[in-house]
């Protein structure tokens, strides 16, 4: 077989791995998150981003607020991550209280089911991408190819660069 682009291979190694733990079938949300954790990590250092680590169910924010994940690059943070459960309607938690709290308080945020990536700054939904859908379960050792490559990296690195404002800084 052909050599992958890093990006692909991480990908795929991403839905392998969601396939994996769905077909256990004892799966909760938190399931999951290893998978999303590795592939964030995995995606930055691929794309030269060497200092992103991801905090996996951080303590509370000083808003009060807990997130699912928090990324942070070097010593700042360089955003949140709120995930739901694969084939949860993304529609509907992006209108509820829970999201706009979060919308609100963290100025770059993902929504995510794990296939479907929703980034938000400042409280505006920006853009979508799609890492395949959650059939691809069922053939996800087949995959050699993603259909939202582009758009998943794209994401992620408009996601990965954003800097907040220094306390007392002019945004």
Known sequence: PL???PVTALLLTYLRKLADVERRGDAREES???ALQELLEGYAAASGRPGVQVTVLPRRTEAGVVVDFQVWRGARIA?????KRPGVN?????????LNRYREAFPNLLLTD??????YRQDEPVERAVVESPLSRF???RLTEVAGEAAVAGLL?????FAAPRPGSAA
């Open 32 to 34: 999951y998150y290893g």
């Open 79 to 83: 955003g949140y991550v709120e995930a």
């Open 157 to 161: 690195d408009r996601f990965l660069d």
């Open 139 to 141: 053939y996800a050792d």
């Open 90 to 98: 993304l529609d509907a938690a992006e209108r509820s209280e829970q």
């Open 3 to 5: 050599p992958q682009r």
């Open 114 to 119: 794990f296939y479907e990536l929703r980034r």
